[in-house]
Each structure stands twice: as structure tokens, then as C-alpha cells.
């Protein structure tokens, strides 16, 4: 016979797994497995969910991880100020993609300032960036504890999730950060490709579909309406426009137009042209969408994680020196 104190507590568990489950940030799997371990806490202890009570799980929880320690030491303002210098050294270490010193410097201002979320998501940004997917989960998790309502850290667990093919997670992660930040297109963008990877994962790997391209199934990635509305608005952009311009007819003519009249380019495709024009392209996708070219580097990479071990560098670029 357990207590009537033990009984209320397995009741707000249940009333806890219920609202979970009426939540929209799951997965249907999820879902599932959160009633079944509802109804065997009801069963086991006799117990409803459907009684009224005063106590909000979640509320409480917070309350207690969220207190003061005894012994913590005061942050002071010359703390502070100390803190957010490191950051900025580590923000400049990951613009020039010096990835282990941002570590350092973002770690050195965690020290100092414990209670700062910005510090553990960025320190996650360069994590991530060295494949260090599960220390960077960790990070944003320990940002979230902090600041529940930062929704980059949901994003940038949602990329991790995403590099570790669990992207039911991701989804989950990203559908969390969109409620957090409804306006947020990179999200949305991000929660399109996790979602394109989910489908394809799903089907018989030796079944590939004709559309897919080493596992990522381009033909719903491109039929996905986020992602159609991406590519309108970058044609839209007049900068991109110019980009793309300059890149057909330098590929194909050394930096001039086609021999007028003829459809045909005065000369053969430029190598030199062809790189130096899609690395511009490149730089003007990581401008106007810094997030969803981290998010597609993330994907190419799982992609080729089952080839051999290539020496190649990643010179994609983190939006982690945005935060404030």
C-alpha cells in the first residue's frame, strides 16, 4: 500500500504524461510510447489523470534544478565583462574556423559566467562543427535548462540530431524551436530536410528511389513547398539574380556573353570560371541563409560518412558569432 503522498506524486506524473501527449512538438511514435507509459503508472498505482490537481510537475521541476547551490560563487560584474570578451574571441575563432580555440574561449566564459545560455549553444555551434554531435546535444540541453525559451539551441539540437540520422528527433527539436520562433524560415527550412531524410530512411535502403542522391530523396526535398518557397525568394533577391547571371556566362565564355546569334557559347566551359562563380554563389547562400547552408553541409556529410575517411576540410560557415 504505497502513501497517500507517493499516490499524489505518481498523479501529477500521469496529469504530466498527459499534457504531454496532447502536445504537437512529438512524433507519433513518441506520442504512443508516452501513453502507454501513462496507462501503466495508472494501472500499476491505481491512479488518474483525470483528478484535479494544484501541482504542475514541469513548474516544480524547474524551480528546484533552477536554485541557487549553497556553495555557487556570485557572479560578479567583472565577471561579466571578462565573460563576454571571451565570447567575442571565440565568436572571431569561429569565423575563421579555428573551431577548438572557440571551445576554449566559449568554455573559459562558462566559467565565469555559468548561468549565461549563450555561452553553452555557441560552444555547441563549434562542437557541432567538428562532428562532436552528442557533446553538442549535451551543450544545448544545458542552455535550454538556462533559458527554456532560446530557440537556437532547439535548432542547433535539431542539426545534431540530424548529422546522427535521427531525425525523428530532429524533427521534434525543430518543430520545438518553429513554436518558439514561428517566423524563423531557417527553421522551417531545416525542419523540410529533416523531414525529406526521415522518408527516405524509411523506405528499403536497397530500394532506393530514381530522385534520391546517396540517401537524400531530392525529389521530395524539391517537391517540399518550404523549400520551393526558398528557392523563389532567392531568384526573387536582385543580388542573387546578378550571381547567377554572371555565372552562366563566365562558366561558358571566360567572363563574356555568347556568340551573339549562334545559342552557342564562344568557347568551351571554364574551369577556373566554374569555380571561382560557384564559390560566389556559395558565399551569397551563406549571407542570406547562414543556418540552412549548415544544415545542408550537415546532410551531405552523413551522406558520405559510410565512404572511406576523406582528408577534405568543411569551410562552411557558423551563424554561432550572431548571437547577441
Not at 554531435?133 to 539551441?153: F, G, M, Q, V, W
Not at 564559390?279 to 572511406?308: E, G, I, K, S, Y
Amino acid at each position: 500500500m504505497i502513501s497517500e503522498t507517493k499516490r499524489k506524486l505518481y498523479q501529477c506524473i500521469a496529469a504530466f504524461l498527459r499534457n504531454e501527449c496532447s502536445s504537437n512538438e512529438y512524433s507519433s511514435d513518441t506520442i504512443e510510447s508516452l501513453e502507454v507509459a501513462k496507462q501503466c503508472i495508472e494501472s500499476a498505482f491505481d491512479v488518474s489523470d483525470n483528478l484535479d490537481t494544484d501541482i504542475d510537475l514541469l513548474t516544480l521541476f524547474a524551480r528546484a534544478t533552477s536554485a541557487s547551490k549553497p556553495n555557487a560563487r556570485a557572479v560578479t560584474p567583472e565577471d561579466k565583462v571578462k565573460a563576454e570578451s571571451l565570447k567575442t574571441q571565440g565568436n572571431s575563432f569561429m569565423v575563421s574556423e579555428k573551431f577548438d580555440e572557440a571551445i576554449d574561449c566559449y568554455s573559459k566564459a562558462i566559467s565565469l559566467d555559468p548561468n549565461n545560455a549563450i555561452y553553452y549553444c555557441n560552444r555547441a555551434a563549434a562542437k557541432s562543427r567538428l562532428n562532436k554531435d552528442s557533446d553538442c546535444i549535451a551543450d544545448c540541453e544545458k542552455a535550454l535548462e538556462i533559458d527554456p525559451t532560446y530557440s537556437k539551441a532547439y535548432g542547433r539540437m535539431g542539426l545534431a540530431y540530424c548529422n546522427m540520422a535521427k531525425y525523428e528527433k530532429a524533427i521534434e527539436a525543430y518543430k520545438k524551436a518553429i513554436s518558439l520562433d514561428p517566423n524563423n524560415l531557417n527553421f522551417k527550412q531545416s525542419l523540410a530536410l529533416a523531414e525529406a531524410n526521415l522518408k527516405e530512411s524509411s523506405s528499403h535502403s536497397s530500394n532506393a528511389s530514381p530522385n534520391s542522391f546517396g540517401g537524400l530523396d531530392l525529389g521530395a526535398l524539391l517537391s517540399n513547398p518550404m523549400m520551393q518557397n526558398m528557392a523563389q525568394q532567392l531568384m526573387s533577391d536582385p543580388q542573387m539574380q546578378s550571381t547567377v547571371s554572371s555565372m552562366m556566362q563566365g562558366i561558358f565564355s571566360g567572363g563574356t556573353a555568347p556568340a551573339e546569334g549562334t545559342g552557342v557559347p564562344s568557347g568551351g566551359p571554364n574551369m577556373d570560371n566554374l569555380l571561382r562563380y560557384g564559390q560566389q554563389f556559395a558565399q551569397q547562400m551563406r549571407q542570406t541563409n547562414p543556418d540552412l547552408v549548415d544544415t545542408l553541409r550537415q546532410q551531405m556529410q552523413n551522406m558520405t560518412r559510410q565512404q572511406p575517411p576523406s582528408n577534405d576540410t568543411d569551410n562552411g560557415k557558423d551563424a554561432a558569432h550572431k548571437d547577441p
